[in-house]
């Protein structure tokens, strides 16, 4: 049988070089105090051997770990998980936050925290303290959460804060919600559409009011009235189906609805097909978020298309910058309208 080949560590390199450990951790991690006939010569050894550096060789300099912390919801991402209807978020971060904390050295770690916890900070300290992140990165509703800010400032922790734009520590990222509710709502306004139905997200998050803003910013800007066409849901499937009965009981119900998640739009789809209306010849809906499934429903539905990915790679590559603070701020990553066959017109006499 033959031998499995022995992993190169950073003795071997040392041993090759003929130099201290420490010495060759301050060449893998560029640190300036090297001189450059030792930097040669350490590389050779690395070259020769095939050496990887790993992430306890960086971190052996002190001044880095190397180690970026995302952190997510705990109950809506396990709920997520559990029900398995094509969610993507986590795969996005990971696609977004991995590969680039990796072209830059890094590996980036998620963790699961509940907001509600009456002992987050207990939690989370636990993971700083285990991990020594070099930077964190907070999403909804853990990225207006006064407890986790609070504490990562604390520790003098860089971190993003993705969903937010008040001021405060931290750098404040947002997806463009405001912008997108509108690009949405002028999209139907130019199919001819006036009775546009919003369903809106809970108000845990603030992306919930700046998409409802967009569209009713939108709305006023085009003489139309909607004082009765939003319904408030909670991203989630159920809160569809009762939003969507709601707006479409309306005397004058709405031509065309926005829901602010991919559940509560397929829960639309879904109540209109019991109310024997046809998407989109009866009523045109669109979508938040362009998971999977809204390119699997009947129609398939247009959808403003969340750049969650490029936003966990932007905040990986601000928290890496050192000077990343000094961004203008709120840093502003913009999505896109993704028109498929569930907007048309409205119909005829509307």
Known sequence: MARRRQSVTIKHVAADAGVSLQTVSRVINNEPNVRPAMKERVQASIDKLGYVPSIAAQRMSGSRSYLILAINDRERTI?????????????????????????HGYRMLIELVDTHDDHVE???????????????????????????????????????????????????????DDGAAEEATRHLLELGHTRIGFIAGSEEYSLSDWRKAGWERTMGEAGLDCDDLCVRGDFG??????????????????????GSSDQMTLATLEVAH???????????????????????????LTAIDQPIAKTIARAVELLIDRDGDEVEQPVVVSGELVVRQSTAAPPSGT
């Open 274 to 300: 019991e109310q024997g209306l046809e998407v989109p010849r009866d009523l045109s809906l669109i979508s938040f978020d362009n998971t999977p499934i809204v390119r699997f429903s009947n129609p398939k």
């Open 237 to 258: 499937f159920d809160s569809g189906l009762a939003a969507a009965r709601k707006l479409l009981a309306l005397d004058d119900r709405p031509t065309a609805i926005i």
């Open 79 to 103: 709920a997520d998980w559990t029900a398995r209807q094509g969610g993507d978020w986590v795969d996005q971060m990971l696609l977004g936050g991995m590969l680039t904390a990796s072209e």
């Open 122 to 176: 207990r939690e989370l300290g636990a993971a700083l303290s285990a991990l020594h992140p070099d930077g964190v990165v907070l999403t909804p509703p853990h990225s207006e959460n006064s407890q986790i800010t609070g504490l990562l400032a604390e520790r003098g922790i860089r971190f993003a804060r993705i969903g937010s734009k008040e001021p405060g520590p931290g750098i404040a990222m947002t997806m463009d």
